[in-house]
């Protein structure tokens, strides 16, 4: 019976020489690419996802694959699988605003607001170069991250761009209200008695990012005579009207730091007003006061370094303004006025170092605006 195997081998592969080759059969990826696609639009979006799954470990580059599938998931509330999937289309495509978009969402849904914030901060780099409704989407929810995280002047900045690309929301004036007062919080977490508070802030700064300075200046004063113990109002209200009042903008400023000495944003601004009227001196005194109110905030360390740079003091101009470059690395005008201490100082590599990183940091932020 062994014997025979060997013929029985050869007679097969004589008959399959000379039988007509059958049609190319369709690959298994492209019956599992076309049945989820199918499901997907009959709504069957388990079953959908599912045959995405199967058909991605067949092509585990098929960036289609990663979008629907991600997106079937973030239709669906189910956050982990939705970012895990943009995760893997971002790394495919680092430079297509959508899918760092659709990320950022999907880490807005798992409420982790710092991985929410870079996403989102990667899509704006990119120009939010996205369908109109998406990139407004975009847009607002890296204004609640930014806020979220602390981060409120920028969510300031984003808001108010939005505000002009398209018109002032309901959504926008509140998260412009939250931002206003400096609250790490997200609109459902308003506290009750906060509210009203947070709505008529947000009024008063919508009127503002609309460029209504009349209707804005009336809603601010109504605003410090409803809450005179407020000293962000106060803040944010004197930041305002140094475009119409500056005497009257730093007054408001001063109120702020009156009812609370170590108002980190009260003490920078005034040291950059002062520091722009000429008066290095008093600009001094406020950024040294940022400075021990609060040494872990960059900003502080660049007001200082600035003043300190225009007084003459050089040296200890660059070390306020090295420290500001290690606590923020992203921040072009850290990188800036670090460039121009070290110009200053004769240190030429050093100063060129700074200057490369701040041209690359500022090609970032033009690309996004």
Known sequence: ?????????????????????????????????????TLRDAGKLDDAGTAYQKALKLRPAWDEGWWNLGSIAYDRDQFPECSAAF??????????????IMLGLCEYGLHDYTATRGALIRAEQLKFDAPPELAKTARLHLALALTKTGVFEKAIVTLTELTRMDRLTPQISVAAGIAGLRKQWLPPEVPEADREMVAKVGEAMGAAMELDPKNATAKFEELVAAYPAQPDIHFRFGAFLMQQSPERGIGEIKKALELVPSHIPALVGLAAIYLKNGDAAASTQFAERAVQADPGDFATHVALGRALLESGDLARAADQLTVAVKLAPDSADAHFSLASAYSRLGRKDDAKREQDEFRKLRKQIDGAH
Do not use: C, G, Y
Not at 87 to 100: E, G, H, N, S, Y
């Open 1 to 37: 019976m062994q014997a025979l195997i060997p013929a029985l081998i050869l007679s097969a592969s004589i008959l399959m020489a000379q039988a007509p080759k059958p049609a190319p059969q369709v690959s298994a990826f492209e019956n599992l690419s076309k049945q989820a696609a």
């Open 87 to 100: 995760q893997r289309l971002t790394a495919l495509q680092p430079d297509v605003a959508p899918a760092w």
